[in-house]
């Protein structure tokens, strides 16, 4: 081998100990623009190798002027030939002296592996429910009101009057108010200046989906605690249900009325059959979301909502109580909303120990500004079915 390829060779093995100890230290930049100066030399001695082998008189030429030293035969090719090799395989050759260059260590050679990382924010799929939907909702201009309705009284009809007979003075109707008044409601959060310039995802789309959830979460939870304070009847047939229907809520509320339930109420009424054998829940052939019950010769209409939204109650006894509320929730709640959920995002405010000028933030805030009120407590009954806990039969 002459001179140069010698010396190329050991450039060579100088510049593969180099990019080692670059990935080592951590220098991945450094490492590859190494690697790269490692290929050209790599190429230039394969050419050189060619041009050498080919050029055989040349050699001989060398040799008989003393030039070249006489290798002991097969030797030296060979170990030309074994180095070539191994060079070509690049950084997963071993070294005897150390663990190699791998993936599986990032100092090693892990750092220089690409990962497949995903920024974009991807949403799971969640079962969310407004109980909102299902009562009245009115807005208000003032921060407190009053509204004015007639007493609820039974009407008796007029008195006779004789021939030539004087009238009776009637009975008057009466009336009373119902009040609200206003509260605030909301919250805020930080966020660094640094992630909204370099994210790469619209995280304000994030935070207003994020904040509506939460506004949902507290309409549900208001409308919830106007549902228990009405008292809880527990029942354990579905006939409890249908005097709820036709009997207690009766005339007034009967046409308007559903039952409000969860995942689990619904499971239940999907397993109850008429004498037939035909479902007594049946969904509506115009939307098969939509589902109706046939209480005796009416049929009523079933509003599932999610079990973390209204949550059964499982008792030690095997037993648990599923939600069956029955009533006309228009008429028996209602919210008064001053002010929808509003949204501002400041780079200059402060809130608490944090200064979003001075700390390079941008603090978000989330402000509405409503009441929940029980406007006719006879529009609801809170019945509770207690059957055997489903998923501990045959244990």
């Known amino acids: 081998m002459n001179k140069e390829l010698l010396e190329l060779l050991d450039k060579i093995n100088a510049t593969k100990k180099e990019v080692r100890n670059l990935v080592g230290e951590g220098k991945l930049a450094e490492a590859e623009e190494k690697k790269k100066e490692l290929q050209n030399l790599?190429?230039?001695?394969?050419?050189?190798?060619?041009?050498?082998?080919?050029?055989?008189?040349?050699?001989?030429?060398?040799?008989?002027?003393?030039?070249?030293?006489?290798?002991?035969?097969?030797?030296?090719?060979?170990?030309?030939?074994?180095?070539?090799?191994?060079?070509?395989?690049?950084?997963?050759?071993?070294?005897?002296?150390?663990?190699?260059?791998?993936?599986?260590?990032?100092?090693?050679?892990?750092?220089?592996?690409?990962?497949?990382?995903?920024?974009?924010?991807?949403?799971?799929?969640?079962?969310?429910?407004?109980?909102?939907?299902?009562?009245?909702?009115?807005?208000?201009?003032?921060?407190?009101?009053?509204?004015?309705?007639?007493?609820?009284?039974?009407?008796?009809?007029?008195?006779?009057?004789?021939?030539?007979?004087?009238?009776?003075?009637?009975?008057?109707?009466?009336?009373?108010?119902?009040?609200?008044?206003?509260?605030?409601?909301?919250?805020?959060?930080?966020?660094?200046?640094?992630?909204?310039?370099?994210?790469?995802?619209?995280?304000?789309?994030?935070?207003?989906?994020?904040?509506?959830?939460?506004?949902?979460?507290?309409?549900?939870?208001?409308?919830?605690?106007?549902?228990?304070?009405v008292a809880v009847k527990e029942i354990e047939t579905l006939d409890e249900v249908k005097h709820a229907i036709i009997v207690t809520l009766g005339a007034a509320y009967r046409a308007g009325s559903s039952i409000l339930t969860n995942d689990d109420g619904l499971y239940f009424l999907a397993t109850l059959k008429d004498t037939t054998g035909r479902d007594l829940l049946q969904p509506n052939p115009m939307d098969v979301m939509q589902m109706s019950l046939s209480v005796g010769p009416i049929r009523v209409p079933v509003i599932p909502v999610p079990n973390k939204v209204i949550a059964s109650n499982t008792e030690t006894d095997g037993k648990i109580k599923l939600p069956m509320i029955c009533g006309d929730f228009k008429e028996a709640f209602k919210k008064y909303d001053r002010q929808r959920t509003s949204l501002l995002a400041s780079n200059i405010a402060s809130a608490g120990s944090l200064n979003a000028f001075t700390q390079n933030l941008t603090l978000v805030r989330a402000i509405e500004r409503n009441d929940f009120k029980t406007l006719d407590a006879d529009a609801c009954v809170n019945l509770s079915m207690v059957i055997a806990d489903p998923t501990k039969k045959g244990k």
């Open 42 to 229: 790599q190429k230039k001695f394969d050419l050189l190798k060619d041009i050498s082998d080919d050029d055989k008189s040349s050699m001989e030429d060398k040799a008989k002027a003393g030039s070249a030293k006489k290798a002991e035969p097969g030797k030296e090719n060979d170990a030309v030939k074994e180095f070539a090799n191994a060079a070509r395989r690049g950084f997963r050759v071993q070294n005897a002296m150390s663990s190699g260059i791998r993936e599986g260590s990032d100092p090693d050679g892990g750092y220089i592996v690409p990962e497949d990382i995903q920024t974009t924010i991807n949403q799971w799929k969640q079962a969310e429910f407004s109980l909102e939907s299902l009562i009245t909702v009115e807005t208000v201009k003032t921060n407190k009101g009053k509204r004015t309705y007639e007493k609820k009284a039974d009407a008796t009809g007029f008195a006779d009057i004789e021939e030539g007979g004087e009238l009776q003075e009637m009975d008057t109707p009466q009336f009373e108010r119902i009040g609200y008044e206003i509260s605030d409601r909301g919250g805020w959060l930080p966020l660094t200046n640094d992630l909204l310039s370099d994210t790469d995802q619209n995280i304000m789309q994030t935070i207003t989906r994020w904040i509506a959830r939460k506004s949902n979460a507290t309409s549900n939870k208001k409308i919830l605690n106007l549902i228990n304070a």
